[in-house]
């Protein structure tokens, strides 16, 4: 099994662009999520889904987009990309129960200038 | 509000010293309870976890914390620090019975090994 996969690895975006953070599994799990990681403040919550056609906002919502169509993928839209939203972000699924654990994509840097 | 708290962004040992990293939640109900690790350039991965029984938990690499519900604390150690145990980590938390979007990670602490 490949995990969590993500790409791209690194993106540099100007103000205004707008990009898609690809994430996938093969684990057949049907929680997923996404979180952006910033210095000294651990992982935000982003959008979550509990399954195909199923999500919800987390922490930080705004400036993102989510969607998923199936199990296996759940992309991260930037509609229009702003400074504040250069981070690390991460991917992670988990079968779906709170006591079960996450598995995390290798994360993708972004920059946006 | 749920909220966990990681004392000390940096930790530094020696080589063979014990490592002791350390982790409170604030809660008056228990909660699921985790520890995970991130070595540089790459996804958090999963340490330790405490759900319900035995306090003392085992994880992956030698690494094992105790649930301590009278002060609140979940602090993960390791008897004999390793060079490859430099990583930072995070402990992380999610109110029992409530679903894995709940989770609140602690703001990690950054593990250095002297030689």
């Known amino acids: 099994n490949a995990g969590v996969t993500q790409t791209p690895k690194f993106q540099v975006l100007k103000t205004g662009q707008s990009m898609t953070l690809q994430c996938a599994q093969d684990m057949n799990h049907e929680y997923m999520s996404w979180y952006r990681q910033d210095p000294g403040m651990g992982l935000r919550l982003i959008h979550y889904?509990?399954?195909?056609?199923?999500?919800d906002q987390g922490e930080v919502p705004n400036g993102y987009n989510v969607s998923r169509s199936t199990t296996e993928d759940f992309p991260l839209r930037l509609l229009l990309a702003a400074p504040s939203q250069t981070s690390v972000y991460f991917c992670?699924?988990?079968?779906?129960?709170?006591?079960?654990?996450?598995?995390f994509g290798p994360g993708t840097r972004l920059l946006v200038l | 509000a749920q909220s966990v708290t990681q004392l000390g962004s940096h930790v530094s040992v020696s080589e063979g010293a014990l490592v002791l990293l350390r982790c409170n939640y604030s809660?008056?109900?228990?909660?699921?309870l985790f520890w995970y690790v991130q070595y540089p350039n790459q996804g958090l991965q999963l340490l330790l976890k405490?759900?319900?029984?035995?306090?003392l938990v085992k994880g992956i690499n030698g690494f094992e914390a105790e649930f301590k519900k009278s002060e609140t604390s979940f602090h993960l150690t390791k008897p004999s620090a390793h060079m490859s145990d430099a990583a930072e980590y995070f402990c992380?938390?999610?109110?029992?019975?409530?679903?894995?979007?709940?989770?609140?990670f602690g703001s990690g602490t950054r593990l250095s090994i002297r030689p």
């Open positions: 992380a938390v999610i109110p029992p019975g409530s679903s894995a979007s709940k989770i609140i």
């Open positions: 889904s509990v399954g195909a056609g199923i999500t």
């Open positions: 405490y759900t319900t029984g035995a306090t």
């Open positions: 992670a699924s988990s079968p779906g129960t709170s006591q079960e654990t996450q598995y």
């Open positions: 809660s008056s109900v228990p909660p699921y």
